[in-house]
């Protein structure tokens, strides 16, 4: 079941076996669901290139999920090419604080304490602050 190859792709994430994973299931959203249950897991679930690589440049994600029922061999790879070869920070080097504000946001989800959160009133414990310069020209998004 799709379910249970999430939980095997996030293991290896989670133990340190592997830095990146591709998954896959009917949507994506599965397994992506799924392997975001371990620790240490920022899943993604992307339907083109471009967002494929911001998962990884701009959220840090180390889990890539594609729909096999939409997503064609050649888009499929071109996908998996663009998460697997972009980091966090990558391909935003004009814009100034894009890897800090980034950043930020992927510590603050990978320390997340959910009952510490809770019991500060559903706030971010001592939440950090990052000044994101001004969007460079040319952006598509």
Known sequence: MYHRAGFMV?????????EKALAFCGTGMGIHVAASKLPH????VAE???AAKRAASANGCNVLAMGGFWTGPRLGQAMAEAFLETSLGDGYEDW?????????????TENFDYEAYKA???????????????????LAF
Do not use: R
């Open 96 to 108: 100034e604080g894009f890897y800090d504000y980034h950043k930020l946001g992927f510590d603050e």
């Open 48 to 50: 083109s290139v471009p």
């Open 10 to 18: 996030g293991a290896k994430i989670a133990e340190g076996e592997f």
């Open 120 to 138: 500060n009133g559903f706030q971010v414990v001592n939440p950090g602050t990052v000044v994101l310069g001004p969007e460079p020209e040319g």
């Open 41 to 44: 897991v920022h899943a993604a």
